[in-house]
C-alpha cells in the first residue's frame, strides 16, 4: 500500500439476531438529555478489558473497534458506527469489562453514566429491553467466541476443573487452554516464566493469576462479594436459584433490605438448562442463563445485594433474630431467612466417575459444555425434563445422543412435548431399561459399558461426553439439623414441620419448624420441580416474611 494511501478501517459488524441493533434519532436525542456528546479522535481508548465504572456510549460519528484486550494485535470482536451503543452485559451488573473500546475512525460519541442510563430505562421500558437483549446476546456471543479470562491448565487437575466450573456457571466469557492437547499452551507457558506444574493459571486485563481461589477471581471480574464481617438486614436469602431471585426481587422491591449468598452462581439449576419451553410469558423458550441474569439484573435494580462465591456453613438464633454464617469467619443477622439452597446433583455409581468429571463426565448440558465435545458422540442419563432439555440439545451439538434411562417408559418422568420431539429426533436414541455400568478412557471418556437390565447383556458405546440428570439430593447440611428435614432430606413446611416454636401458633405455609425461617423451591419437602413454582414459592415467601415480621415480633424466647 502507498504511504500516502489512507488506512481504511474495517467494515461495521452485522448485527446478529438483536446483539447489535442502531439506535434511533429519538431515542438518542432522548439520551442526550442524560449525557455528554464529545469528539474522538483514532487510538482514543474508551475503555478497557478489566475496567469498572464506565459510561455507556452511543456511536454518533466514525467507528469504534471492540478487541479482546489491549492493542492492534488483540482480536477483533466487533466493530461499531453511527447508531451502536457500545458494552455488554458487564455494565449492568458492575462487573469488569470484558474488552476493550477504541476510535479507529474519528468522530464522535454519547457518554451516559450508567446511573442516568438506568433511570432513562425506567421511562422507556422499550429502550431499556432493547439494551438488554442486546448485552444478553453479546455475553452469549463473547461466551461462543471464547473471549475474556483464558484459564490454562491440565485437564486432570481438580483446580481447573473449580475455575472452569465457576467461570461457565456464573457466565463469564473465558478461553480453556489445556497444556495437554493445545500446542500453544507450552509457548504461552514458557513466555510468562510459568512451570506446568504451576498451572493453573489466569490470564486476565495484564495479570497473571496462579492458581487463584474462586473468591479471588471474583474479586478481580467484579463479582459483589460480602462488604463487611457482621451486618443486620431485614432478609437474607441462601440460594440463588429461581425461588432465591424471585425471594429477592419481591423483598428488595417491597423496601425490604435483602442479601442473597451463594456458594456457586446465580441461576441454581436452572442456569444448567439450555433452554425452559414450559415457562410463562416465552412461548419460544428462554436459556436457564438468561433467566438468571435477568431475574439478577431485575433484584440489583431493586436494591438486592447478591453475592457470590458465598458459602453458608450455619445458622444460630441470637438477640431476638437468626445469624448465618459464611465463608467460615463471617456472618450476617437477619430478621427473617429464605432458604432456596436447592438440591445437588446425584452421581452415577460407577467406578472412576471422578476421573472423568469436568474432562467427560458434565451435570450441565449449556453452550460451554456444548464447545467442549461438539461433533462428537454423546450420552445422556436420566429420565426427567433436564434429561430431555439436554437430550435436545445436544442432538443440535453431535452427531449421534443416546438417552439412558433404567425404566421402559420415556413418558413416565418427562413431560409429553418433550417426549414428542425426541422421538422426532433423527439422531436420538433412546435405551430403554439401560444403566451405564463402566466409564473407559485414558485422561479423558472415550466410551461407556452399558448394561440392559432385562437380559443382563452388556455392550460398549462410543460417547465422548456423558451428561448425568439422575436427581438432586436436597442442599440442607450447613442447617445443622435446626429444621424438620422428611425421611429423604427435604425440608418441612406449614402443617407438616413440628409445632412453631412461637406459643399458639402454627408454622405458615412456606415456614419451617423454626418461626421467620422460610423455605422455597426445589429444596422444600413436596414441591413441584419446576422453574415457575419455584419462582411463585419464592414470591409467595417474601408475603409471609412480612406477616411474619410485622405480625409476630421477635423470636420466641428473645
Known amino acids: ?38 469528539r474522538t479522535e483514532a487510538g482514543e481508548v474508551l475503555f478497557r478489558q478489566g475496567d469498572r465504572d464506565y459510561d455507556f456510549f452511543v456511536v454518533l460519528a466514525g467507528k469504534v473497534a471492540v478487541r479482546d484486550g489491549d492493542g492492534p494485535a488483540a482480536r477483533l470482536v466487533a466493530v461499531h458506527g453511527a447508531g451502536r451503543f457500545l458494552g455488554e452485559l458487564s455494565l449492568l451488573t458492575g462487573h469488569a469489562a470484558f474488552f476493550t473500546a477504541e476510535v479507529i475512525e474519528p468522530g464522535a460519541v454519547l457518554a451516559v453514566p450508567v446511573e442516568r442510563l438506568r433511570e432513562r430505562a425506567l421511562l422507556d421500558p422499550a429502550l431499556g429491553d432493547l439494551i438488554l437483549r442486546a448485552y444478553l446476546l453479546r455475553r452469549e456471543f463473547l461466551i461462543g467466541l471464547g473471549a475474556g479470562l483464558k484459564i490454562i491448565g491440565s485437564r486432570f487437575s481438580p483446580d481447573a476443573r473449580r475455575l472452569r466450573e465457576f467461570t461457565a456457571r456464573n457466565r463469564l466469557p473465558h478461553r480453556w ?34 492458581n487463584p481461589s474462586s473468591a479471588e477471581l471474583a474479586r478481580v471480574i467484579g463479582l459483589k462479594l460480602p462488604r463487611a464481617p457482621v451486618t443486620t438486614v431485614d432478609l437474607v436469602v441462601v440460594g440463588a436459584g429461581p425461588a432465591g431471585i424471585a425471594a429477592a426481587v419481591y423483598g428488595a422491591s417491597e423496601g425490604l433490605a435483602t442479601v442473597v449468598l451463594d456458594a456457586v452462581a446465580v441461576g441454581g439449576q436452572a442456569a444448567t438448562t439450555s433452554r425452559i419451553e414450559n415457562y410463562l410469558g416465552f412461548p419460544s423458550g428462554i ?38 454464617s459464611y465463608d467460615d469467619a463471617k456472618r450476617v443477622s437477619t430478621r427473617a431467612l429464605v432458604v432456596a439452597t436447592g438440591a445437588r446433583y446425584r452421581k452415577l455409581d460407577v467406578p472412576r466417575l471422578e476421573d472423568f468429571e469436568g474432562a467427560g463426565v458434565y451435570y450441565a448440558a449449556t453452550q460451554m459444555e456444548a464447545m467442549m465435545c461438539r461433533g462428537d458422540p454423546v450420552v445422556v442419563v436420566g429420565g426427567g425434563n433436564s434429561a430431555g432439555q439436554a437430550t435436545l440439545y ?67 458405546i462410543e460417547a465422548r461426553a456423558l451428561f448425568v440428570f439422575i436427581g438432586a439430593d436436597p442442599h440442607t447440611g450447613w442447617l445443622g439439623g435446626q429444621v424438620e428435614l422428611d425421611e429423604n432430606g427435604f425440608i418441612l413446611t406449614g402443617s407438616s414441620a ?25 429444596v422444600r419437602s413436596g414441591s413441584v420441580k419446576r422453574v415457575a413454582s419455584a419462582v411463585g414459592e419464592g414470591a409467595m415467601a417474601v408475603q409471609l416474611v412480612h406477616a411474619h415480621l410485622h405480625g409476630r415480633g421477635p423470636l420466641a424466647g428473645a
Open 1 to 38: 500500500m502507498d504511504a500516502t494511501t489512507p488506512r481504511q478501517s474495517p467494515p461495521e459488524t452485522p448485527d446478529r439476531d438483536g446483539a447489535f441493533p442502531r439506535l434511533g434519532e429519538w431515542q438518542i436525542e432522548a439520551l442526550s438529555r442524560d449525557g455528554e456528546r464529545r
Open 394 to 460: 445436544m442432538s443440535r451439538q453431535a452427531p449421534m445422543v443416546r438417552l439412558v434411562i433404567r425404566h421402559d417408559d420415556l413418558a413416565r418422568d418427562m413431560s409429553r412435548y418433550l417426549v414428542d420431539r425426541i422421538a422426532r429426533t433423527p439422531n436420538v436414541e433412546v435405551l430403554t431399561c439401560t444403566e451405564v455400568r463402566e466409564l473407559v478412557g485414558d485422561g479423558a471418556l472415550e466410551a461407556l459399558v452399558v448394561a440392559d437390565l432385562r437380559t443382563g447383556e452388556q455392550r460398549r
Open 177 to 210: 487452554i489445556d497444556v495437554e492437547e493445545e500446542a500453544e499452551a507450552e509457548a504461552l507457558l514458557h513466555r510468562l516464566g510459568v512451570a506446568p506444574d504451576e498451572t493453573p493459571i489466569v490470564i486476565w486485563a495484564g495479570q497473571v493469576m496462579r
Open 498 to 522: 413440628a409445632p412453631c416454636a412461637e406459643p399458639g401458633l402454627e408454622p405458615s405455609m412456606l415456614e419451617t419448624s423454626l418461626p421467620g425461617v422460610f423455605a422455597a423451591g426445589d
Open 287 to 324: 436459556s436457564g442463563p438468561e433467566l438468571a441474569e435477568r431475574g439478577t439484573i431485575q433484584a440489583e435494580k431493586f436494591g438486592a445485594e447478591i453475592n457470590v462465591p458465598c458459602a453458608t456453613t450455619g445458622l444460630e438464633q441470637r438477640d431476638g433474630q437468626y445469624v448465618v
